[in-house]
């Protein structure tokens, strides 16, 4: 009821207040990489939000009124898709009553619709998997090779609803095009010089195997029995002796994510826990290359030990 109360509120003064003529469009992203790349697209002409923060598991977002008025002052929402925001989001788009991010409008981007997706499932899947995601696995934001279709995609989209920048978002595209190119190509070269033993790691959830693909690296395991699904003492157990019984000394796991178990296993195997950021902090004006050298810079230290 109380949560009802506020989102009247919101929806009253959303109404009361004149929507003011917008110099330049507003996005809203629902996660820090894609708000990142939507502002180095974007740059001057459009101010770009966050939905989601970016410590907080982009699978479970608090739907907060905040972001319902965000929502309705925006000319396009930039959404992950493969059902990772399936949990909050489309309530909250329903909430903002703001009928240009309705779902086929071109004021509704999928980027998941650009991108070559790895882990799409080929049986039948139910609850009792876990949070399985139909289309394939949805977190592919960690992959700067799948960032260029992405970043091409909002720009054409920018262009589409503001054909008066399209030149400067074309060169945008293309400037940030070569930066993603440049570092695909220095790491990738910079982990293929490590021993294949040493490119082995466990992972916490089921979040980096677009980085593995990559970079040339096996996981072994995850601490997760399921996505989404906490371990049991059983379950930690049996990673114990994989990494055992492969040599593994390397575990990564997203910043949002518990860390009793990841630690446990690092100990008793006198390994190291990776504590990667689950994307960039564009809120604290982070952008996105910065967040993929954090997340490299942090694996190749663990796995070069
Ligand atoms: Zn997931």
Redesign the pocket.
């Known amino acids: 009821m109380r949560k009802l109360t506020c989102t009247l509120l919101v929806l009253a003064a959303v109404a009361a207040a004149p929507r003011a003529e917008a110099a330049h469009l507003k996005v809203a992203a629902t996660l820090g990489d894609l708000a990142a790349i939507t502002h180095a697209i974007g740059g001057e002409h459009v101010t770009v939000d966050c939905l989601a923060p970016p410590t907080v598991d982009p ?1 479970y977002v608090d739907p907060r009124p905040s972001l319902i008025l965000l929502l309705s002052k925006a000319d396009l929402l930039v959404v992950n898709g493969l059902d990772l925001e399936a949990a909050w989001l489309h309530p909250l788009i329903n909430n903002s009553r703001n009928a240009d991010l309705q779902i086929g409008s071109n004021g509704y981007l999928d980027v998941s619709a650009f991108v070559e997706r790895l882990q799409i499932p080929t049986m039948r899947i139910d609850r009792s998997m876990g ?1 399985i995601h139909p289309g394939g696995n ?2 592919f934001t960690f992959d700067p090779r799948r960032a260029k279709p992405i970043a091409a995609g909002i720009a054409a989209r920018l262009a589409l609803l503001d054909p008066e920048h399209a030149a400067a978002f074309q060169e945008n595209l293309a400037a940030f095009t070569k930066q993603l190119d440049h570092l695909i190509t220095v790491e990738h070269e910079r982990f293929a010089k490590l021993p294949a033993e040493q490119r082995k790691v466990v992972v916490y ?3 980096l195997i677009y980085v593995w693909d990559w970079l040339g690296i096996e996981q072994v395991a995850t601490v997760e029995p399921k ?1 989404g699904i906490p371990p049991t003492p059983g379950d930690v157990a049996k990673v114990l002796r994989l990494m055992k019984a492969t040599g593994t000394h390397v575990l990564v796991q997203e910043d949002f994510y518990q860390r009793g178990p990841s630690q446990t296993l690092a100990q008793l195997t006198k390994g190291t826990l990776v504590v990667v950021p689950g994307t960039t902090r564009y809120p604290d004006g982070q952008d996105y290359l910065q967040h993929i050298h954090e997340v490299t810079d942090a694996l190749y230290a663990a796995l070069a030990k």
């Open positions: 699978h949070d949805p977190h959830h089921q979040s996505p």
